[in-house]
């Protein structure tokens, strides 16, 4: 089981409900859900984005959410924030190729992604239980060591050390 240090907080913030982006919609104001996205990213002092792999890239919703909060151009809702990133898939690449386009995306909106460890879950089926619990002991020891490499940064961006 993963549990999170006692000085942190860690929250989902919902994406699939987001309107795709357009520019004619964004020109009108950002509709409630993207405000909702935008606020959550910019009051947040850190970031964890776990992603599957589809078609050697991030799915498309991941894709749709970055674009909200990148905008408006230069301004990004995590511009200067540190970034964690894993991934999970059920083939022996374990995200890779996903990952790789998430740095780039993220590297545009002036994010800053944690460099390690880098974490390509492989074959994930058999490495979670059937409440959908990371039970891998490998794959838990990475992703704390992720999660206080994020708090670290945290601290280190915000002169908290």
Do not use: C
Request: no cysteine.
């Amino acid at each position: 089981m993963l549990t999170q240090p006692p000085d942190m907080h860690m929250f989902e913030v919902p994406i699939a409900g987001l309107p795709f982006f357009d520019e004619d919609l964004e020109e009108k104001g950002d509709p409630p859900t993207v405000r909702d996205l935008k606020r959550s990213l910019e009051r947040a002092d850190g970031v964890l984005i776990v992603t599957p792999e589809y078609g050697y890239s991030i799915p498309g919703v991941l894709k749709n959410a970055l674009d909200w909060a990148s905008r408006p151009t230069g301004r990004s809702a995590l511009r200067g924030k540190p970034v964690a990133i894993m991934g999970a898939s059920s083939g022996r690449s374990g995200t890779m190729r996903a990952q790789l386009h998430l740095r780039q995306v993220l590297q545009h909106m002036g994010a800053i992604t944690i460099p390690e460890p880098e974490i390509y879950l492989t074959f994930a089926h058999d490495k979670f239980n059937g409440l959908g619990e990371l039970t891998d002991k490998n794959a838990l020891d990475q992703t704390r060591q992720l999660i206080l490499n994020l708090r670290e940064w945290v601290f280190l961006l915000n002169g908290l050390r």
